[in-house]
């Protein structure tokens, strides 16, 4: 069965008594095309015509068609959706509400109009909000572990087994009106036409729309736009594809279509072209505003509707949302008011055990004169929220770049010789303490060998405790990524863990997060010190460095323990708190610890 054939095989199921004049109609050719293939059909067994010349299916037409009967349809609802920032922090980018409907519930509601009652959602971020679909929709879950990590090809490739005749959307679509069907011939990606420039990937198509090329940007040009189609032939031979491309040691950030892009010359598919306002991808909350007027007053969003609040304007004026990259302790994003840029911080997932919000904002007051922090404009001592003035035309520090480095620790003197005090100190010893409570207290697994490790970091606490030293306005947190240059001005931001403690803690901070070896912290301290340092010296740094990443390797136990994942951080950390111990072991003699 051909194309033409599906086509009026379809339109005679629909109606069997439609004319030559309203299949031709319906399908834009003119009647007598369509007299020459309905006598292609009937010479090739697709059509019998009666002794009264009427013509009816046949079993082959019937059986034919029915091999194209829509198996399933797979939604891909595992991502973030940072463009949605900050909706998308409590609430996946599919489940939005776009004029008061759910996106990815709109899309289901029309797959079943069709006919379509096989429904996979793919989840992942925030994946128990979607758990009220099955019963609702009778739809299945599926979850993507990947989601975290890697691109939408992991969703396809975690359901690639489902892949039949099957329909692939985003849940973050918004189709106008129904474009799905019971029934589809050929693998197709919908596509719309874009006016003007547009960074999208760009469709060259053949004849019958036949995809031959696709490119990224372009000008006034079909790009690929919404929900695709696979046939049972395109599922067959994109099964391995995907699941070759997912193997790859470079293919974290691929979406399914790169490897359709790759693979475009044995992948057949076809421009399914839209009509203007058919389908959107919203691309941020700005967008949606646009489309959904309900979106300006009100976003049912607490943050957004805090900021308002802390600027006295309409939520509309709330614009250019952007997600910042995720710290490790907290997410932040980027928002505009009236042209002036801020970044808004919102606490992650345990730091209310792990941080004293009211410590840290007496330490941003105590340091206010010293311009060398970033700008509060609004600061929660109950809960950490924060709103801080975005710094223009800055960069992290490079912690190998030789120019950044003297900056950094000019500020680093700067604030360790400025006099200022807090009520409260970091203490090593006690947050050692504190921290393994929280990991017991949540099952935290230990590393095996720490108990005995636990053992010589006490030895190094009990020996820095015989140590005079200075004490005073330390950062702790001194790492290269807080470290915000700016010309020759740098900014020191997250204070989260300041308080009085010895200085030197925050060298080795530096150096640590910046996974520096030996040589390059040997240098380090010389830059700080701006001269060598006293053996006294290097003994107490040398020991912040074992006793940092003790400490931080134990935050990454409660961490984990909270199911958030910090790859191999944690092991690099407590290889600094052995490595180091052993060489202040080696300095000052094996007797003398």
Request: proline share 3%; glycine share 4%.
């Amino acid at each position: 069965m051909n194309k033409k054939y599906f086509q009026v095989t379809e339109l005679m199921l629909k109606n069997q008594h439609a004319s030559q004049r309203e299949i031709a109609a319906a399908l834009g050719i003119s009647p007598a095309y369509v007299n020459k293939i309905a006598a292609a059909m009937q010479n090739d067994g697709f059509l019998s015509e009666s002794a009264n010349g009427k013509k009816a299916l046949t079993k082959k037409a019937l059986a034919e068609f029915k091999a194209c009967k829509v198996d399933n349809a797979v939604i891909m609802a595992a991502g973030f959706g940072s463009r949605f920032v900050p909706l998308c922090y409590t609430t996946p980018k599919g489940l939005l509400e776009v004029f008061g409907e759910r996106m990815i519930e709109r899309q289901i509601k029309q797959l079943k109009e069709a006919g379509i009652h096989d429904i996979i959602v793919v989840v992942g971020y925030l994946k128990v909000s979607f758990e009220y679909l099955i019963d609702k929709y009778d739809v299945k879950l599926v979850y993507n572990p990947d989601f975290k990590t890697k691109n939408n090809l992991s969703t396809l490739y975690h359901v690639r087994n489902e892949l039949k005749n099957t329909y692939i959307l985003s849940s973050d679509n918004w189709i106008r009106e129904n474009m799905y069907r019971s029934h589809e011939y050929d693998a197709w990606y919908s596509a719309v036409k874009m006016k003007g420039k547009t960074s999208e990937w760009v469709l060259k198509t053949g004849l019958n729309d036949k995809i031959t090329g696709v490119t990224v940007g372009g000008k006034d040009d079909w790009v690929m736009y919404g929900p695709a189609y696979f046939s049972k032939d395109f599922s067959k031979k994109i099964k391995p594809l995907i699941e070759k491309a997912y193997k790859r040691d470079d293919s974290d950030d691929w979406y399914w279509e790169d490897v359709y892009m790759r693979n475009i010359k044995t992948l057949t598919m076809f421009a399914h072209k839209q009509k203007d306002n058919q389908v959107y991808e919203f691309e941020s909350l700005d967008e949606i505003r646009l489309f959904d007027p309900s979106y300006l007053t009100a976003s049912h969003n607490k943050w957004l509707e805090l900021i308002a609040k802390v600027f006295k304007k309409e939520e509309h004026c709330i614009t250019h949302l952007k997600p910042l990259k995720f710290g490790m302790t907290n997410k932040s994003f980027l928002f505009r008011v009236e042209n002036e840029n801020y970044i808004f911080r919102i606490p992650g997932e345990g730091t209310e055990d792990l941080i004293k919000r009211k410590e840290e904002y007496e330490v941003y007051k105590t340091i206010a004169p010293l311009n060398l922090s970033d700008t509060i404009i609004y600061f929660d001592p109950k809960t950490g929220v924060k709103i801080t003035e975005f710094i223009e035309n800055c960069r992290n520090a490079d912690p190998r770049n030789e120019h950044d480095l003297k900056l950094c620790m000019q500020a680093a003197r700067k604030l360790h010789n400025s006099g200022l005090t807090v009520r409260h100190s970091f203490d090593f010893r006690e947050r050692i303490v504190w921290y393994e409570k929280l990991t017991e207290k949540k099952n935290g697994i230990f590393y095996n060998d720490y108990r005995e490790v636990r053992t010589k970091m006490d030895e190094l606490l009990d020996m820095l405790d015989s140590m005079p030293k200075k004490r005073c306005l330390t950062h702790i947190d001194l790492i290269p990524d807080n470290l915000i240059i700016q010309g020759e001005t740098v900014k020191l931001i997250d204070w989260e863990y300041a308080g009085m403690c010895d200085p030197l803690a925050d060298i080795a901070m530096f150096a640590i997060y910046a996974y520096y070896d030996n040589a390059e912290l040997e240098h380090l301290m010389r830059l700080y010190f701006e001269r060598e340092p006293s053996n006294e010296e290097r003994i107490r740094i040398y020991s912040y460095t074992a006793l940092s990443g003790f400490l931080w390797a134990l935050w990454t136990c409660y961490k984990e323990a909270l199911g958030i994942s910090f790859d191999e951080y944690g092991l690099k950390m407590y290889r600094y708190a052995k490595d180091y111990y052993k060489k202040i072991k080696h300095m000052i003699g094996a007797n003398t610890l």
